[in-house]
């Protein structure tokens, strides 16, 4: 046996229940009667509290590839500045302004690659790992033929 309520909605639900309703071809009653269950539902808290883990650790693991890819860049760009500072020799003073000239012409060489290579969409993060997954599958297979 059913009992019969009689409730207002606002116009804006009332008309988002009624295209819902429309878009799955069932009474507009039912829709309500599943949702009030479903909230109402005991087990309801507990599956709200599994989506927002499901969320969440996915949000972790994108933070963690992040951290990894940060890492990556500060650890290439560190080992880049050793070793310019290293082998670099200081220019004397007669040859500074060629040298700076030559350097903006560089650098600008560069932000243009690095543009093209931003624009195919690979970068250097996923380059290493696929070279250090090629040589340690390479290392595998030689360790295996030995």
């Known amino acids: 046996m059913r009992t019969k309520h009689t ?7 009332a008309g988002k229940l009624a295209n819902y309703a429309a ?8 829709v309500v009667e599943t949702a ?6 005991p087990d ?28 990556i860049s500060n650890e290439a760009l560190a080992l880049f500045v050793r070793f310019w500072l290293t082998s670099t020799p200081p ?8 040298a700076q000239a030559k350097g903006k012409e560089r650098y600008d060489g560069f932000v243009e690659a690095l543009g093209r290579r931003l624009a195919r969409g690979r970068s250097l993060a996923d380059e290493i790992v696929s070279d ?7 290392e595998a297979r030689e360790s295996q033929t030995s």
């Open 7 to 13: 409730f207002r909605l606002p116009p804006d639900l």
């Open 44 to 71: 309801g808290a507990d599956r709200l509290e599994a989506a927002l883990a499901r969320r969440l650790d996915r949000m972790t693991r994108q933070l963690d590839r992040f951290e990894r890819h940060v890492t």
């Open 91 to 98: 220019l004397p003073d007669t040859a500074q302004a060629a």
């Open 36 to 41: 009030l269950a479903s909230h109402l539902s």
């Open 132 to 138: 250090i997954d090629a040589a340690q599958s390479t």
């Open 23 to 30: 878009r799955k071809h069932v009474p507009q009653a039912l």
